[in-house]
């Protein structure tokens, strides 16, 4: 996709520029001129979604960052007086708090598509690997977020997450000090956390900028999963094609972080968040946010915690390792009839154990989860592996405008 | 065993615990002094599952462990048009001045709130008689002694007890919750398939908390001849553990209505109900207002950007 720039500064001042730095021909070779594959569908819209949401957490974040105050007495009526006394406080901190569900949702769809249409093989295993540790990092920011409103699920899951240190052998009841600050979740943990819950974001930020610049050397993937053999015939320029796409993509996304945030804002908390931090006094039942919930299913179903907490962290390291446990030559879904199959079924054993870490673990949950995980860790070490070796294909189009005229995408 | 799976047990012997420990209110709704929890050492969750007890009380009656779902009432303020009933406001108001606020604070209200637009809407200048008919603790003055003064709108309701301590002395050891935020609080779960149709417009249920306080204020009931109440404790098919600490703090006609509505427990109940949820969500009314111009707005611009889309792709293949 690299080439010569087609970008031609038009005005004197962008001459002088452009020989002193290239930053208008780079955003022209980006976001203007940047081929994009004719037949992308929705599906590969929530790449500008989660830029406009990262973009979105920043800009709410920092003007809630200037009402809230990081101290244990202090913290949760800080929060409320932003909700009471700033001006539109109540709708920033729930567009902030919604957003962060939304950037969650948006990252599920973004990742499954990867998953579907086979997107981190051969030549994006790098892109790939990059957006996992952007996962990685959302769900470290999303986690110290949550811990900053000083509710009693705040700190409950602040108490339970620094915990999981403590299972590391020898060393894991020291690091677990050293990340408190402390022996217990206290001020110097709040301070920190919410010191860190503003670095992170830019770190993200950079990471998305490595994640774009990987993206725009091996151009994006897409439905067919034939890579572009012709940039004239079969790709258009970003703008104004992806762009219009994109910005159709964002406004519908929109419409529903609007309603959540607007009429249903109090959805996808817990209700015990409203009640101030308390070290005394334990929730009946300790939950953490929707977007944990699959993960926190599968460290609760190993009765062991140090096997738990490795099955936790395994269960998201693993999908860096994805270019090389699916063995198939064949990029997307759509000519893949057994992996077709396993995939939604991959998606379903997600949902369940979503459905299954809000449950408390004991009796047949339990048992359901402990199922669920371990078909969790078969999908990937085994059955993708495998499925690679055994399954025929359906015949692959040639190219991209030979899948278009099989008539293998959508219209709209 | 560490604290996530602690939790799981830890559920079961919560509720148990409430018929031992005389604090019904405080075991389930504590609001602690910041305070407090600086002091003292917190202990881990794994320390407070109370184990033994546990086996003891299981083979008591099913009725005594979970507690009902709350009655849906009908709110003016539930919906994507939902607004506070102005009325229903003040009298909640009134419920909660005359007898609520002898033991409940709610610290985070300022009575300057009470006639502001989207609330009970009181006129400035009752407002300002209501703030000086309450004594403020304010301090120090220039000789460096606090004193006591009268209220100005721009303070905050002085709660009825000094700090927690207080409070459970004067309370045979109940610590009643802070009622600011207190309706968004509480909730109940409705359960696989429904709690995914509250998300849902024309659907959407976001009352969990208010039902649950008007279910239990109306839900005071004789106990079932099986259970045994101990001395200071009520049983109320709301709470959970059924048992609460406070005593039924409505009567029929404790609290004089001026507008004509009816002076009944049901009524007193969801009057109050009300009045904690404007409480707890005072910029309900312009968060919706806005919503509905933003998300019509939305509508219409993705209608527009679609159309536009499709002009800019009509003349390639896709």
């Known amino acids: 996709m690299e080439g010569h720039s087609q970008y031609t500064p038009k005005s004197g001042f962008a001459r002088w520029l452009e020989r002193r730095l290239p930053i208008l021909s780079f955003m022209h070779d980006s976001f203007v001129s940047y081929p994009t594959p004719k037949n992308l569908n929705y599906m590969w819209v929530f790449g500008a979604i989660l830029s406009f949401m990262l973009v979105a957490q920043i800009v709410t974040g920092v003007v809630l960052a200037m009402h809230y105050t990081p101290e244990t007495t202090l913290a949760f009526d800080s929060v409320e007086k932003i909700m009471r006394d700033v001006n539109w406080g109540t709708i920033l901190r729930y567009a902030h708090a919604n957003g962060a569900s939304m950037f969650f949702l948006a990252v599920y769809l973004h990742i499954f598509r990867g998953m579907y249409y086979g997107s981190y093989k051969d030549p994006r295993e790098v892109l790939w690997i990059l957006g996992v540790v952007i996962f990685m990092l959302m769900m470290a920011t999303g986690f110290l977020g949550y811990v900053l409103p000083w509710g009693q699920m705040s700190f409950w899951a602040a108490t339970v997450i620094t915990n999981l240190f403590s299972a590391i052998p020898v060393v894991g009841t020291a690091i677990t000090t050293w990340l408190l600050g402390g022996y217990s979740v206290d001020n110097p943990t709040l301070n920190r956390f919410y010191a860190l819950h503003y670095l992170v974001p830019f770190i993200i930020v950079a990471i998305v900028a490595l994640h774009v610049w990987a993206l725009h050397v091996t151009g994006q993937n897409n439905p067919s999963g034939v890579e572009v053999k012709d940039v004239k015939k079969e790709t258009v320029p970003f703008t104004p094609y992806a762009t219009m796409k994109d910005a159709v993509g964002i406004a519908a996304f929109l419409v529903v972080y609007a309603w959540l945030t607007f009429f249903v804002p109090n959805y996808l908390g817990h209700p015990d968040n409203y009640i101030e931090a308390n070290p005394l006094v334990t929730p009946p039942h300790i939950v953490p946010e929707w977007y944990f919930l699959p993960f926190y299913a599968i460290l609760r179903a190993i009765p062991n915690k140090l096997l738990g907490v490795t099955a936790l962290f395994a269960s998201i390291l693993i999908t860096a390792a994805l270019p090389w446990l699916d063995t198939s030559k064949v990029k997307s879904a759509v000519y893949r009839p057994l992996f077709r199959k396993e995939f939604w079924i991959f998606v379903a054993v997600c949902i369940g154990l979503g459905y299954l870490g809000a449950q408390p673990a004991e009796g047949a949950y339990l048992w359901f989860a402990r199922v669920l995980s371990a078909y969790y860790f078969l999908h990937f070490l085994v059955i993708l592996p495998v499925i690679g070796k055994v399954e025929k294909p359906e015949p692959v189009p040639e190219s991209i405008d030979a899948s278009i005229l099989r008539g293998e995408t959508s219209h709209v | ?318």
Request: hydrophobic share 35%.
């Open chain 2, 1 to 318: 065993m560490f604290e996530a799976r602690a939790s799981s047990t830890k559920r079961r012997s919560s509720v148990k615990r409430l018929s031992l420990v005389p604090f019904t209110i405080a075991a389930a709704m504590t609001l602690v002094s910041p305070a407090m929890s600086q002091q003292e050492a917190p202990p881990s969750a794994t320390d407070q599952v109370a184990a033994p007890e546990a086996k003891e009380k299981e083979s008591r009656h099913e009725s005594e462990r979970h507690e009902q779902k709350p009655k849906r009432f009908d709110w003016s303020f539930a919906g994507a048009f939902g607004r506070y009933d102005k009325a229903q406001l003040r009298r909640g108001f009134k419920v909660y001045k005359e007898v609520c606020s002898s033991c409940h604070s709610i610290k985070m209200l300022a009575f300057r709130n009470l006639s502001q637009p989207g609330g009970p809407e009181f006129p400035e200048k009752e407002v300002e008689a209501l703030a000086a008919s309450y004594k403020i603790k304010d301090g120090p003055n220039q000789a460096g002694e606090y004193f006591d003064r009268p209220g100005r709108p721009s303070d905050r309701f002085p709660p009825p007890f000094a700090n927690e301590q207080a409070a459970r002395a004067a309370l045979a050891g109940n610590y009643p919750p802070d009622m600011s935020v207190l309706a968004k609080a509480r909730g109940y779960s409705r359960g696989f398939p429904l709690f995914l149709i509250d998300a849902l417009p024309g659907f959407s249920y976001q009352e969990h908390g208010v039902d649950y306080i008007a279910s239990l204020m109306e839900g005071y009931e004789d106990p079932p001849p099986d259970v045994k109440l101990p001395e200071g404790q009520f049983y109320d098919p709301y709470m959970p553990g059924r048992r609460i600490g406070m005593p039924p703090p409505l009567s029929e006609g404790v609290v004089t209505y001026e507008d004509g509505a009816p002076q009944t427990i049901d009524q007193y109940a969801k009057d109050v109900s009300a009045f904690m949820m404007w409480v707890a969500e005072p910029h309900l009314e312009s968060r919706k207002r806005v919503g509905l111009g933003v998300v019509a707005f939305l509508l219409v611009f993705v209608g527009l950007l679609y159309f536009t889309k499709r002009r800019i792709w009509s003349g390639v293949p896709h």
